[in-house]
């Protein structure tokens, strides 16, 4: 099946013969759904602390960040922004000239509230010799949008969302890797110091580290602390195998195999990378201006609090354990620590030996650790929290996507409609075990919770292979908690018109 080019396609990317043929095997069988227990809830699998246990375990996080660990902020920032300008580009390209739907008309009737319209007002300028109001009050409409999306004016439509003016202030325009930038320095800097990592690609990597060189030096007097940023891209041996119709391998133009990035669960390889002790992960897109950010900062160390609380659990039970002769009410209370505040369910845990429920109580403690915020679900697509049944018969919280439940099964798909959160990609995790060694993250993935979509290339269709999703099946195996956060501290920017909203604006 595959010939001497394809091989040495293969190496080149680091990728396996047996990889190729599990790919196909996915392709041709399929994923399995999950098999639910429920929707998390507040009381059955998510924490909603109080006013008092917010302040406390802030103090336990800023406490922590005064050890002087190592803490990384983790941004995912190699997406395009082409699908926040859907609409625009639709104008673009149609048939008429002036706007029509509502969403053309609040772009053009609110275009002086854009963070970037000063720099749209020059390019204009640069490119037709008038302004955009000149321009738009002479019915030039689409001229101002392509001044916008194309590469002769601002090239929105082609830059990753990290590098687009979001956030208008008195003296400038942030992009969302500013705001994060700025965020690293309230919440996660520790010892003089907030490390900062994005995940770009390959062809956009200049222009972010240009624009890093460009404003560290003011970041860095504004909070008097120094930055650490690094970089890394999706490594090419997590891209996956296309496939035709017919499951087999889908071959370009030029008899070659085609390969498509495998989504952002191949990001649990840069995230095992790094050499932290604590991570905060969060999307491009969703910052606020400094305004709003004091929500942002607290909930940040609310939740960053319930992991190291956590984490200095499970590690004193760790060591008790590693001493041995630990007793059955002590080991009746690492079981309770683990179904009560891990939310984990073991079948017959309460029949064990000692022997075997210590070696159980082990494995299940020493995983790496996430503490993921929750919303109250207001109809945001996106995934939810879940009690889901692993492969070795126990039950433990998990974040899932609609394509992972069956919703051809009525009490599943009660579940999915009546989730009371969703989850807005806020998580904070500890990556390192309790003698101090890196855990090996891709051991923690579970390969059965990738899932197959459908594409086209050149005008044929395909099939494509994602691998378990970041915060999904890639974190299957992870220790979780589920705090509720408020709705406040979500504020996506998925639409261009979204940065009108007064979260954007404040």
């Given amino acids: 099946m595959l010939n001497a080019e394809d091989k040495k396609q293969l190496a080149a990317k680091g990728i396996s013969e047996q990889q190729i043929e599990t790919q196909l095997q996915q392709f041709r069988q399929g994923f399995p759904f999950l098999k639910l227990r429920a929707a998390a809830a507040i009381g059955y699998g998510i924490f909603a602390p109080s006013d ?17 660990h190592h803490i990384t902020k983790f941004v995912p920032a190699s997406g395009a922004a082409s699908r926040m300008f859907k609409n625009m580009f639709e104008f673009r390209d149609g048939d008429h000239d002036a706007p029509t739907s509502d969403f053309e008309k609040t772009y053009f009737d609110y275009i002086h509230d854009f963070a970037f319209f000063p720099a749209l007002d020059d390019a204009c300028q640069v490119l037709y010799g008038e302004g955009a109001d000149a321009l738009m009050a002479a019915g030039r409409y689409k001229e ?38 700025v965020e690293a320095a309230l919440y996660a800097a520790s010892d003089g110091t907030a490390d900062v990592h994005f995940t770009v690609s390959t062809e956009h990597r200049e222009l972010f580290e240009e624009l890093v060189q460009r404003v560290l030096p003011l970041y860095e007097e504004k909070f ?32 070659r195999l085609l390969f498509r990035p495998g989504g952002h669960g191949a990001l649990i390889q840069n995230l095992s990378d790094l050499s932290s002790d604590v991570v905060f992960i969060k999307n491009i897109d969703n910052v606020v201006p400094d305004s709003l950010k004091p929500a942002t900062t607290l909930w940040k160390q609310v939740i960053a609090g319930v992991l190291v609380n956590t984490q200095r659990q499970t590690f004193e039970y760790l060591r008790r354990l590693d001493e041995g002769n630990c007793g059955r009410a002590e080991l009746e209370e690492m079981a309770a620590f683990l179904h009560n505040d ?29 503490v993921c915020g929750m919303v109250k679900n207001v109809g945001e697509p996106g995934g939810g929290p879940f009690l889901a049944f692993n492969p070795d018969g126990s039950v433990s919280p998990q974040i899932l996507e609609s394509s992972q439940i069956d919703t051809h099964n009525p009490a599943y798909l009660a579940m999915f409609n009546g ?68 709705l406040e501290t979500f504020n996506p920017v998925k639409t261009v018109n979204d940065l009108l909203r007064p979260q954007h604006q404040a």
């Fill in 224 to 255: 008097k602390i120094k930055y650490k940023v690094s970089f890394s891209e999706q490594k090419p041996a997590t891209d996956t195998l296309a496939a035709t119709m017919d499951n087999e391998p889908f071959r370009t133009e030029d008899g």
């Fill in 342 to 370: 891990l939310c984990t369910e073991v079948p017959g845990i309460s029949e064990l030996g000692n022997e075997e429920l210590a070696r159980l109580l082990h494995a299940k403690f020493n995983r790496p650790i996430r």
């Fill in 144 to 181: 101002v949008v392509c001044a916008m999306l194309d590469e002769d004016g601002l090239n929105y439509g082609q830059l990753p969302k990290g590098l687009l003016q979001f956030h208008a202030y008195e003296d400038c325009a942030r992009t969302p890797l500013e705001e994060h930038l």
């Fill in 52 to 68: 008092a246990e917010c302040q406390a375990l802030t103090e336990a996080w800023n406490d922590y960040r005064a050890e002087g």
């Fill in 419 to 486: 989730g009371t959160h969703f989850n807005p990609v806020d998580l904070v995790c500890a990556i390192r075990d309790y003698k101090g060694q890196r855990f090996d993250l891709p051991r923690y993935v579970d390969p059965a919770t990738g899932f197959i979509s459908f594409k086209s290339k050149s005008g044929k269709e395909l099939k494509a292979l994602e691998l378990p999703g970041l915060w999904n099946g890639a974190m299957s195996d992870w220790n979780t908690v589920f705090v509720e956060v408020p």
